[in-house]
């Protein structure tokens, strides 16, 4: 099964910038669309963004556009989120999931069944 493990997460000030890393082992990462999703205290969980097997297409929530970016290296079997203009309402655990993607289209309703443990992001004065 695919084993998803974040990391990159901490606290950041208002503005600031962060590159969340999500490195994969188990299965290959070539046949996996990779989400990004996070829940704040209190809140459900949302998508951020997603990205196909081959990287060729991308999603991304509102709240996200413009500022992050979802990329990935399947030959590292890692899938990036680099978080610019950070502002406190994104404040959240952050977890990367994986979907089996047919169809190489990036899709935050995929039913994403892989689940990594989440790291925290933190954005604060």
């Known amino acids: 099964q695919l084993q998803l493990v974040e990391s990159g997460g901490g606290l950041v000030q208002p503005g600031g910038s962060l590159r969340l890393s999500c490195v994969a082992s188990g299965f290959t990462l070539d046949y996996y669309a990779i989400g990004w999703f996070r829940q704040a205290p209190g809140k459900e969980r949302e998508g951020v963004s997603c990205i196909s097997s081959s990287g060729g297409s991308t999603n991304y929530a509102h709240s996200a556009k413009g500022r992050f970016t979802i990329s990935r290296n399947n030959a590292k079997k890692t899938v990036y989120l680099q978080m610019n203009s950070l502002k406190p309402e994104d404040t959240a655990v952050y977890y990367c999931?994986?979907?089996?993607?047919?169809?190489?289209?990036?899709?935050?309703?995929?039913?994403?069944?892989?689940w990594g443990q989440g790291t925290q992001v933190t954005v604060s004065s």
């Open positions: 999931a994986g979907a089996r993607d047919y169809s190489d289209y990036a899709s935050l309703t995929y039913e994403y069944i892989y």
